[in-house]
């Protein structure tokens, strides 16, 4: 069964770029026809689709967010990083990595992670 963890730092400050890792064990970020994702919500609002790489190691980021993100992979150590440059207040949510089937977005997901808090305060 494939498990996806999340990992990074809880706080970071306004301006800074922010880094987070998703840890992909049972399963291989090279096979099969998957977009691996980065999503976030914050209380009160839904989720919010970042970007993804996918199996062929394309990336698509959300058109809100792209002049700001990055996302990378890891084969060997089967990973995948979100960088998020000069984050503000408003980057303040809750950042979840998942595995969509055959496409990109909110819909199709069959793994994802527990999440992991991300605030950004000076």
């Not at 992909?24 to 009160?44: E, F, K, L």
Request: aromatic letters at 10%; hydrophobic letters at 25%.
């Amino acid at each position: 069964q494939v498990q996806l963890q999340e990992s990074g730092p809880g706080l970071v400050k306004p301006s800074q770029t922010l880094s987070l890792t998703c840890t992909v064990s049972g399963g291989s970020m090279t096979t099969g026809y998957y977009y691996w994702s980065w999503i976030r919500q914050s209380p009160g609002k839904g989720l919010e689709w970042v970007g993804y790489i996918n199996t062929s190691g394309t990336t698509g980021y959300s058109p809100g967010l792209k002049d700001r993100t990055s996302i990378s992979r890891d084969t060997f150590q089967n990973h995948l990083t979100l960088q998020l440059r000069a984050v503000t207040p408003e980057d303040t949510d809750v950042y979840y990595c998942d595995r969509v089937v055959g496409g990109a977005g909110l819909t199709g997901m069959d793994y994802w992670g527990k999440g992991t808090q991300v605030t950004v305060s000076s």
